[in-house]
């Protein structure tokens, strides 16, 4: 693994770049996300998105290789997703009767940068989301 959870622990906010989907229209979002440390060193993910259309709340927990996602869409995972560390990305993905989403999380300080792809079962990726989040506050100390 060549990535760290803790250098994404903390609190981030930014704005993002929505993309025209099959599952949402175009805009412009605001976003926060905060990252925790969980049990047994797994990452706790929040994330809350507000757009002129609606918001979107969601958690996450990512361990040993797995990848859950729970949000205000209510579709509940059936199975774990992947997680994985590649050139200092955190690449998170979920696969579902639905389709296939792919989320990338960057990080190099204070800058944090999200995208998401997501594809339906038999179709190729198309970008959803583009954010840029600023480090708002740091994780408590353990």
Known sequence: ??????????????????????????????????FAHGPGGTLLIDYAE?????????????????????????????????????????ILERRSERGRNVMVLSSDGDRLTMRLAAAPVDGEL???VAGVYRRVTAAPSA
């Open 126 to 128: 198309q970008q959803l």
């Open 1 to 34: 693994m060549d990535g760290d959870f803790a250098s994404l622990h903390g609190r981030w906010a930014g704005e993002e770049d929505v993309y025209a989907t099959a599952w949402t229209p175009a805009g412009r979002a605001t976003a926060e996300l905060v």
């Open 50 to 90: 507000h757009r002129a259309d609606g918001d979107m709340t969601g958690h996450g927990v990512v361990s040993d290789g797995g990848w859950w996602w729970f949000d205000s869409y209510g579709f509940v995972p059936a199975s774990a997703g992947t997680s994985a560390w590649e050139d200092g990305e955190l």
